[in-house]
């Protein structure tokens, strides 16, 4: 989703350049990206996002330089299982059908897209609706019945309780049909706050990759020399002072993780003792099994990745980084 945050980033501030919306709504077969995709195209050439490997996106540009500012949506079925050197499977290796819909942004639809980063932004996961036969009708929805859009009915339950029913943080976007008609729906999540404590060298390639990869990353230490912009210029925040103390002030919800790195026994001991209480989406701490059975007193509990990361036999900063970005992954993308 790290795209699609970064589009809507663009489409909150000021921006008047025409733009093209463009997403993925079905992948029969396999694709490089699958349903939920977004990229947006603008007039003077620029994108956000990818929709494919590189096989459909000067096809998109071409596309989208039609649709700019005319508020026309269209959806375009490309056949990638093609053998014909003229099909659009040349060299792509997808073996799929991936239907992509395009969309103007207009006034109406660019408010809505500003009102669904405001709940984002409230940390409310959010329901997208798109029918796909009367493409002005749309919604978005919140756990809370807070709908806005353009929608000329009552948005059937069935839809709703995806919202309520899908695991923290899994991906969902797929075909519904209602009453014979299509739709395509997705849940939108907020952006995933990470919070590493440590903040050492080690730490550093871990936090510019979890950066990349789509989590707001925040960094706690009681050093303020290694604490700073100049080693995590993207960091949402940075906060000096002992760990454990700094985590009693901040509201952690069961959308957060965090990563414990200091290599300090204490200060993971007191860090974990304030954790256990909490039921958070992810928590990890460095180190061997054994040294974190010594933190717990005994058992490793169920709720705490311990050695953190993927076993892939990582060695040094960057591979382990690599590990735990890999294990984070996969806590939100397990099947439903």
């Not at 109406?108 to 940390?123: P, V, W, Y």
């Not at 209602?178 to 395509?184: A, L, Q, T, V, Y």
């Not at 925040?218 to 002072?241: K, M, V």
Request: net charge negative; with cysteine.
């Amino acid at each position: 989703m790290d795209y699609l945050h970064e589009i809507l980033d663009i489409l909150f501030i000021e921006h008047n350049q025409p733009t093209v919306l463009a997403q993925i709504v079905n992948v029969d077969g396999s694709s490089y990206r699958k349903e939920g995709a977004w990229m947006l195209l603008e007039e003077d050439g620029s994108k956000i996002g990818v929709i494919s490997g590189g096989c459909l996106e000067n096809d998109l540009k071409y596309r989208a330089s039609e649709l700019f500012s005319t508020g026309r949506v269209e959806i375009v079925r490309y056949d990638l299982s093609s053998e014909d050197d003229l099909g659009w499977g040349v060299g792509a290796g997808c073996n799929g059908v991936v239907s992509v819909l395009l969309r103007d942004i207009d006034d109406g639809f660019r408010h809505s897209l500003i009102s669904l980063k405001e709940q984002l932004n409230k940390m409310e996961p959010v329901l997208y609706i798109q029918s796909l036969i009367h493409f002005e009708q749309y919604a978005f929805s919140t756990k809370t019945n807070y709908f806005f859009g353009h929608f000329p009915f009552e948005i059937p339950k069935v839809f709703i309780e995806k919202l309520h029913t899908t695991p923290l943080l899994s991906h969902y976007a797929e075909l519904k049909s209602f009453k014979n008609e299509p739709f395509f729906l997705q849940i939108i999540w907020p952006k995933p706050n990470l919070y590493i404590i440590g903040a050492g060298e080690d730490v550093r390639p871990f936090a510019h990759l979890a950066s990349n990869t789509g989590y707001s990353v925040h960094i706690l230490d009681w050093r303020e020399a290694y604490c700073t912009r100049n080693y995590y210029p993207f960091a949402q925040s940075l906060r000096i002072g002992e760990p454990d103390y700094l985590l009693k002030g901040i509201p952690l919800s069961n959308l957060d993780s965090v990563v414990i790195m200091t290599h300090d026994f204490q200060r993971d001991r007191k860090v974990l003792e304030h954790l256990k209480e909490l039921q958070l989406f992810y928590i990890g701490i460095l180190g061997s099994k054994k040294r974190t059975e010594r933190l717990m007193g005994g058992k490793i509990p169920d709720w705490l990745h311990s050695p953190v990361g993927l076993k892939i036999g990582a060695e040094g900063p960057k591979e382990i980084s690599i590990s735990i970005m890999a294990e984070l992954i996969q806590s939100r993308r397990r099947k439903l």
